[in-house]
């Protein structure tokens, strides 16, 4: 509540006061949220289940990105440990 005494906070109260205005940002942070959440996750998965190194999670993500912003459902052969 440091932005009710500021004399020129980042985001005025009165701004997510309004009901709509208030509704999207909160869309927008859980949306953000969700992204980071997926990131941090797959990084998790790619380290400690696939056991790649950091620099080869590092090089996965991205493609797995496109891929899936493309509508494209992952390859079964780049899935394979080998």
Known sequence: MLQKVDRH???PLHVLADRNRGAAYLT????QGGVFALFL???YYF?????Y??????RR??????DS???RHPDPKRLVRT
Not at 28 to 31: E, I, P, Q, R, T
Not at 47 to 51: F, G, M, P, S, T
Not at 61 to 66: Q, R, S, T, W
């Open 61 to 66: 993500v991205p493609c797995d990105d496109v």
């Open 41 to 43: 996750f797959l990084t």
């Open 28 to 31: 927008l942070m859980l949306g």
């Open 69 to 71: 912003c493309r509508g």
């Open 53 to 58: 190194s950091p620099i080869k999670t590092g």
């Open 47 to 51: 380290q400690d289940v696939l056991h």
């Open 9 to 11: 906070p980042l985001i």
